[in-house]
């Protein structure tokens, strides 16, 4: 399971604080708490004004190449602005992201067609985020199509089959499982991750929702997942999952995981 760190994002409250403080030993932290627990890649949003974004992008992209490691995920809606942040990435990461609207695919692939940047591929085009699994689908499709043009291959798309708000949309879970079925069984090597939390905006005690979520998207094809790492029940529940769908050979890394005290009781 590809675990994708989401804590670096300007939407969230306590982030948000620390960016408009320029909080240097905040961000750091989150960076580095996140590495320690396990994600491969670090999500870093500004979730600020279109005017500040870039700034505050490059600032934050600084402070987390400085504390750790760990590839970054360029997240912005605006391709012009993850162009803007390549270079000044030290190795390839992940782009989040690229949807079939707005041209956005014509924009971005022709410049990482030949490195090895990873790419979020939202299932949404100018029509919208659709709920109809068959229409989530099809703009995978559209654009596993697009990346092939460009020689892009499969393993490097992770599609987001966009899951919906379950407080509007109470098919939600089960139109995205349908959809990830189904890219699945079409393209093996293309990876489907999604944003755990979407799917309980607005409801009570989201994090029963979130894990309950997490087991059924991995039971249909989830690889990976924009998460909060240092979260031991969804930790937890996530190495559990592997075991039983029996992707965690003789337990070992649910076994380690626990002896590194990721999830379980907190060590003294």
């Given at each position: 399971m590809i675990i994708i760190g989401e804590k670096i994002n300007g939407s969230i409250p306590s982030t948000a604080k620390a960016i408009a403080a320029r909080d240097e030993t905040y961000i750091r932290g989150l960076a580095r708490r996140q590495a320690e627990c396990g994600a491969e890649y670090l999500d870093v949003n500004a979730?600020?004004?279109?005017?500040?974004?870039?700034?505050?992008?490059?600032?934050?992209?600084?402070?987390?190449?400085?504390?750790?490691?760990?590839?970054?995920?360029?997240?912005s809606s605006n391709p012009e602005v993850i162009l803007e942040m390549i270079p000044g990435v030290k190795k390839p990461g992940m782009i989040n992201s690229v949807s079939d609207e707005a041209r956005k695919c014509e924009r971005l692939f022709p410049h990482v067609a030949k490195s090895e940047w990873k790419i979020i591929a939202l299932t949404c085009?100018?029509?919208?985020?659709?709920?109809?699994?068959?229409?989530?689908?099809?703009?995978?499709?559209?654009?596993?199509?697009?990346?092939?043009?460009?020689?892009?291959?499969?393993?490097?798309?992770?599609?987001?089959?966009?899951?919906?708000?379950?407080?509007?949309?109470?098919?939600?879970?089960?139109?995205?499982?349908?959809?990830?079925?189904?890219i699945k069984r079409t393209w093996p090597e293309v990876h489907i991750t999604s944003g755990l939390s979407n799917i309980s905006f607005g409801m009570p005690f989201r994090k029963a929702i979130n894990m309950s979520f997490l087991t059924l998207a991995m039971r249909a094809g989830m690889d990976s997942a924009i998460m909060d790492p240092t979260d031991r029940d969804m930790l937890g529940m996530l190495y559990a999952t592997q075991v039983?769908?029996?992707?965690?050979?003789?337990?070992?890394?649910?076994?380690?995981?626990?002896?590194?005290?990721?999830?379980?009781?907190?060590?003294?």
């Open positions: 979730g600020t004004t279109p005017e500040q974004e870039r700034d505050t992008l490059r600032w934050l992209i600084s402070l987390v190449q400085d504390e750790v490691d760990t590839p970054i995920c360029i997240d085009d100018d029509n919208g985020i659709p709920t109809d699994p068959d229409v989530k689908y099809s703009v995978a499709r559209t654009i596993i199509e697009k990346a092939a043009v460009h020689g892009i291959a499969r393993d490097r798309l992770f599609v987001d089959a966009l899951v919906n708000t379950i407080g509007t949309t109470p098919e939600a879970q089960i139109s995205f499982s349908a959809a990830v079925r189904e039983l769908l029996a992707q965690d050979e003789d337990c070992v890394d649910y076994l380690m995981a626990y002896r590194d005290g990721l999830f379980g009781a907190k060590k003294s």
